[in-house]
């Protein structure tokens, strides 16, 4: 694969759909239900306009900008995502070495297949931790404490999991964690060698951070999530003393109400239309959680964000800071390490590109008044 070049998202997608076996794929590419939300996600953003402005210059264009204390080398980074390494062997691997070379921040999930401490490491402190809270509170609490030892200070609290959802790609391919090798997964296996073969070779993926999940890991995922309540999130706050963001928050009430529990931050996802069929388009959701927080308060978007002017139009739409979460395992799934700095490199220069077209020099300067129709994104709370 060495020869193949990603273009853009559609070009990593369909490569990685080839290479990669059907349950795999369909694991990372599908959505809850209908997959209706997961679709309106792209075409909403699709759809946002963008107003081109000439004669100014824009020599010297710089894409760095400081979000959380820290400098980002690209406003975008690469959203948590679980059982990275089933999608592809050492895809975690090349995940968190591609966030240290780009210098933006790589999500580890509470269930990675790689150990946080190495996540850590390998990204060069680029990593965020993704908490997901099952049952105990306290192992919860124990995973956080476990994170700020291993030097993370950035923490994502997932509150859009209140129970996995139903995804029936995942159930009729009958996906499984740790997978279960049936006739009909044998005959998905064998039709792709290179992706069985590497398996074998490197073990098969389980979770490593959360030991609950290394016994049945299926049953866990399964189960109940819904525990983590405003009282969960309190006491978060007084545990964790770094900055913490909540992820998953479409209503603009809860995001106040985070705001004022003393989170740093939130995320405004549905989680890529992986979990609620109705949930709005995320992108939609995001002027009104701006002006419900402020003009000041750190807003991050995913759900939907395909290219470089995506995550442009998710910035002047309120956010700070973009993730994508899909594309960056399709780029891995097409062609390994190359294959996802191929993908990085295409959406820092469509960035570039759009920034030049809309007249502005610094990332940090977009803003609404980029859009075609600024009162998109000036709802009022
Ligand atoms: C394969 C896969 C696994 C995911 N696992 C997690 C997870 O463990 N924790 C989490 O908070 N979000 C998880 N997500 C959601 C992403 O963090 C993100 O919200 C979503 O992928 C963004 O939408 P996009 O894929 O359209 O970019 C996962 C998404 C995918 C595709």
């Known amino acids: 694969m060495a020869g193949r070049s990603i273009f853009d998202t559609e070009d990593a997608r369909r490569l990685a759909k080839r290479r990669m076996p059907r349950m795999m794929f369909d694991f990372v590419d599908g959505a809850v239900g209908s997959e209706l939300a997961a679709q309106l996600n792209s075409e909403a953003i699709r759809q946002i306009r963008l107003c081109p402005r000439v004669l100014v210059n824009v020599d010297g264009r710089t894409l760095s900008k400081t979000f959380l204390g820290e400098e980002m080398g690209l406003p975008f980074g690469i959203a948590p ?32 297949s790689t150990r946080l401490e190495e996540m850590y490491e390998r990204s060069e402190g680029r990593a965020w931790f993704q908490l997901y809270v099952y049952q ?72 490593q951070n959360y ?18 309540d405003w009282d969960f999130l309190k006491r978060l706050r007084d545990r964790w003393k770094h900055s913490l963001l909540v992820k998953g928050v479409l209503s603009p009430d809860d995001a106040l109400k985070i705001k004022q529990t003393g989170a740093d931050g939130i995320s405004v996802s549905n989680h890529g239309g992986r979990q609620l069929d109705s949930a709005p388009a995320a992108i939609h959701a995001l002027p009104a959680v701006r002006a ?67 007249g502005l020099r610094a990332v940090s300067d977009v803003s609404a008044g980029i859009l075609q129709d600024p009162s998109m994104a000036t709802l009022k709370d």
């Open 81 to 112: 995502m679980g059982m990275c390494n089933l999608v592809w062997p050492g895809a975690d691997q090349i995940l968190a070495s591609q966030a240290a070379e780009h210098k933006i921040p790589v999500g580890v999930s509470t269930a990675a």
């Open 292 to 358: 419900a927080v402020g003009s000041d308060f750190p807003l991050v978007f995913d759900s939907g964000v395909r290219s470089g002017e995506d995550v442009v139009k998710a910035l002047a739409m309120g956010a700070d800071f973009v993730l994508l979460g899909r594309p960056m395992l399709y780029a891995i799934g097409a062609n390994g390490e190359r294959g996802l700095n191929q993908l990085i490199e295409a959406l820092r220069q469509d960035i570039d590109v759009a920034l030049s077209q809309t």
């Open 211 to 228: 030991d609950a999940l290394k016994g049945d890991a299926n049953a866990t995922r399964k189960a109940n999530r819904g525990s983590a």
């Open 136 to 207: 105990s509170h306290e192992a919860a609490f124990e995973l956080v404490d476990r994170a700020a030892a291993a030097g993370y200070t950035k923490l994502l609290l997932t509150v859009d999991v209140t129970q996995l959802s139903r995804r029936v790609r995942d159930l009729r391919n009958g996906f499984h964690v740790p997978f279960k090798m049936g006739l009909r997964q044998f005959a998905d296996f064998a039709l792709h060698p290179t992706w069985s073969l590497t398996t074998l070779v490197k073990g098969v993926p389980s979770p």
